[in-house]
């Protein structure tokens, strides 16, 4: 191995040690208290060297969700490729995005972070970049279920390409997490069964959108039946 190929696997697996250090820290004392001397620390390197790799903490925390966004897309490509209607199959993403995020709340609390203005702006346009290159793979596998079913006749246009189709489900889906992870909000409102909800809401679109087959809204069991029969079947 030349000189050139080591330093660049050193840089690496230093990296990989920040964040995953990172991360721990953020899971055992909450992301705000994130302070990168103390990450440097309690990673034996200089302050100085892991700026080397993160420009601020901001940048630090965009790379952050860049990772958790590339393990969560793995799952959710699987999902979109699950042998369905496409309807089922559009369901199926909101169903696996949220389960995703109940099992890393982190992951939910953290991509909020990211993208307010203030944290998106301080980062570096490459760890912006990185981030949105992650995302091009799960908007695209959502993309291909919209385009199907416009080809197979199940859904109607309105007028809008598919790119602009695919930003209600995921609008709906990612608006009532972002609720749920601000504690107290829907309590104080008076809501709860937040996931069930969900559920509903994201049915109700499908069939506002008139995207086939309908389903009857006021059959419950039915719905039910539809989320288990995709945790059961569509990351298998």
Known sequence: ?????????????????????????????????????????????????????????????????????????????????????????????????????????????LLQYVFTEVVWASASPGRRTALQKALEQPAGAVRAIVEQALADGDLKSHGFNPQALMLGPWGLCAGIQSMQQTRGMLDHLGIDAADELLHFHSQALLNGLGWQPLIDLNDRATLSAWVERVRREALA
Request: proline content about 1%; some cysteine.
């Open 1 to 109: 191995m030349g000189t050139r190929e080591r330093k660049q696997r050193e840089f690496e697996a230093r990296e990989t040690l920040f964040m995953d250090t990172a991360r721990r820290l953020i899971r055992e004392e909450g992301l705000l208290t994130l302070q990168m001397a103390r990450l440097a620390r309690e990673c034996d390197y200089a302050t100085g060297t892991l700026y080397q790799h993160f420009s601020s903490k901001e940048d630090l925390l965009v790379a952050l969700a860049t990772r958790r966004i590339e393990e969560h897309s793995d799952e959710f490509c699987r999902a979109a490729a699950w042998q369905a209607s496409t309807r089922e199959r559009m369901f199926a993403l909101t169903v696996v995005d949220h389960d995703f995020g109940q099992r890393h709340p982190g992951y939910m609390r």
